[in-house]
């Protein structure tokens, strides 16, 4: 299976997004997020390798009482010849010091390709199948700007279906 550490965010950006993939699921655009079983989050490094879990979690642990990070939401895009839609997420040198941080205590090769550090692109999903050009702009005509978001939980989780396996709540 799949394991991926992830940032979750605060109450009220986390219902935000999830109105987002409820409108995307009613719409039948895409139900995938929606019924994906898992918090809203930004993956900061996803493997196929669940070997990794435990010196994933360790690091996860490691960082316990942390902050958490300030971070900006959208606008929303499409990964280029996909059906996947996001919404950019910026925290700035901090967020990609904190991904850089889990991926030294993995090898590299055992990280999927768009999640190593230099080839990540920071985003929250809210679209990963269907008409890609109607959720594209439903999701822009529901998030039309960028909004301060926070990071409150790092997280390990295996995957499909999601399970968490350990996790920490960051500092205010």
């Keep these: 299976m799949a394991i991926a550490v992830s940032l979750l965010f605060d109450p009220e950006v986390d219902g935000a997004v999830r109105r987002v993939w409820q409108a995307l699921a009613d719409s039948g655009i895409c ?15 996803v493997s196929d390798d669940d070997d990794l879990a435990t010196s994933l979690s360790g690091a996860i642990d490691a960082m316990a009482g942390e902050r958490g990070l300030d971070l900006s939401l959208g606008p929303a895009r499409q990964f280029p010849d996909t059906s996947i839609v996001w919404l950019a997420c910026d925290g700035g040198a901090a967020l ?18 768009h999640y ?51 996790g920490v709540d960051l500092a205010d």
Excluded: C
Aim: hydrophobic share 45%; charged share 25%; net charge positive.
């Design 31 to 45: 139900s995938a997020m929606d019924n994906l079983g898992y918090a809203p989050h930004v993956s900061l490094i």
């Design 96 to 113: 990609f010091d904190l991904q850089q941080r889990i991926a030294d205590v993995v090898p590299v090769d055992r990280i999927r390709p």
């Design 116 to 166: 190593r550090p230099g080839q990540w692109t920071p985003h929250v999903t809210v679209e990963m199948a269907g008409d890609a050009a109607e959720g594209l702009r439903l999701a822009n005509q529901l998030w039309p700007e960028v909004r301060k978001a926070r990071s409150v939980r790092l997280e390990l989780a295996q995957f499909m279906p999601v399970r968490p396996l350990s």
